[in-house]
């Protein structure tokens, strides 16, 4: 099984400023690789697929880089909207998810 | 518009089996493969199994092969998934979810399952 993991576990970041997430594979991945938001109560959504792609409606604050093992999901400007937990998700063999990081406002 | 509709929350006694439904519409249902994925309270995301509404093939991920079946309704473009011997560790919520070029694009809106004697 491909082990996703991501870092920090939590970021604390004020509203305006950047947000950078990390998320490496235990093995390569290739661009097979998407990135989900969910808020408190919700279902995840749809970020960022083929590691870096914006899935429809996700606004170009949202950026994803990476390939191989070592991927970063960007926000550039965090919005009131965007506090919520990022989990990046391998779909290359098979489909696992990373444990998740936590942004909150600082 | 394209959604998914799950079926309302359970309570269910360790050993018994829950089975949760998926309801689809705004898009041909045999078009686009089904996952299920479920989520403990307060972690993370766990990949359950895939199935092909075309022709109802499945796979499941080794931790629940044994435990899980997923079916499809083509005629109500429902997709099901269910899960026997319940322990208290499986107590989630349970998400069907649409797959687009292997990610998951679109969601349901989760189903509670309770495992509690």
């Known amino acids: 099984e491909i082990v996703m993991t991501q870092s920090p576990a939590t970021l604390s970041v004020s509203p305006g400023e950047r947000a950078t997430l990390s998320c490496r594979a235990s093995?390569?991945?290739?661009?097979?690789l998407a990135w989900y938001q969910q808020k408190p109560g919700q279902a995840p959504r749809l970020l960022i697929y083929g590691a870096s792609t914006r899935a429809t409606g996700i606004p170009a604050r949202f950026s994803g880089s990476g390939s191989g093992t070592e991927f970063t999901l960007t926000i550039s400007s965090l919005q009131s909207e965007d506090f919520a937990v990022y989990y990046c998700?391998?779909?290359?063999?098979?489909?696992?998810f990373g444990q998740g990081t936590k942004v909150e406002i600082k | 518009q394209v959604q998914l509709v799950q079926s309302g929350a359970e309570v269910k006694k360790p050993g018994a089996s829950v089975k949760v439904s998926c309801k689809a519409s705004g898009y041909t249902f045999t078009s686009y493969y089904m996952h299920w994925v479920r989520q403990a309270p307060g972690q993370g995301l766990e990949w359950m199994g895939i199935?092909?509404?075309?022709?109802?093939?499945?796979s499941y991920a080794q931790k629940f092969q044994g435990r899980v079946t997923m079916t499809r309704d083509t005629s109500t473009s429902t997709v099901y998934m269910e899960l026997s011997s319940l322990r208290s560790e499986d107590t989630a919520v349970y998400y069907c979810?649409?797959?687009?070029?292997?990610?998951?694009?679109?969601w349901g809106q989760g189903t509670m399952v309770t495992v509690s004697s």
């Open positions: 093995q390569s991945v290739s661009s097979n």
């Open positions: 979810a649409r797959a687009l070029r292997q990610a998951f694009d679109i």
């Open positions: 998700q391998q779909y290359n063999n098979w489909w696992t």
């Open positions: 199935i092909n509404p075309s022709g109802g093939s499945t």
